[in-house]
Nanobody, 124 residues
């Protein structure tokens, strides 16, 4: 069974930066699509970014140019570097994984492993 654990959330001012980390309990090299989702109160779960097992990244339009997803297979960890943060980025951020190489389908329902989430709050 695969377990994920997020870290790095917190409260920052608009324009600031945070780096989220997600530790995965199994070897991820050449196996897993890894993703970040977020959910604000009263809103649906939104795909933020994902990265394939061959390092192809995908981003939501709302974060393009500001967020960067990356993975360190040796450490079994996926990161989300968030720069130029805006108040509308405030949400609970979740790490997710599925065992597929291509990562073309970013729907939340296709991911079967999830972390418990970490809160990100951006104030203006």
């Amino acid at each position: 069974q695969v377990h994920l654990a997020e870290s790095g959330g917190g409260s920052v001012q608009a324009g600031g930066s945070l780096r989220l980390s997600c530790s995965v309990s199994v070897d991820i090299d050449s196996k897993y699509c890894l993703a970040w989702f977020r959910q604000a109160p009263g809103e649906g779960r939104e795909g933020v970014a994902r990265i394939s097992a061959v390092n192809d990244p995908y981003y939501a339009n709302s974060v393009k140019g500001r967020f960067t997803i990356s993975r360190d297979n040796a450490k079994n960890t996926v990161y989300l570097q968030m720069n130029s943060l805006k108040p509308e980025d405030t949400a609970m951020y979740y790490c997710a994984a599925k065992e597929t190489v291509t990562c073309l389908n970013g729907a939340s329902s296709t991911f079967n492993y999830w972390g418990p989430g970490t809160q990100v709050t951006v104030s203006s």
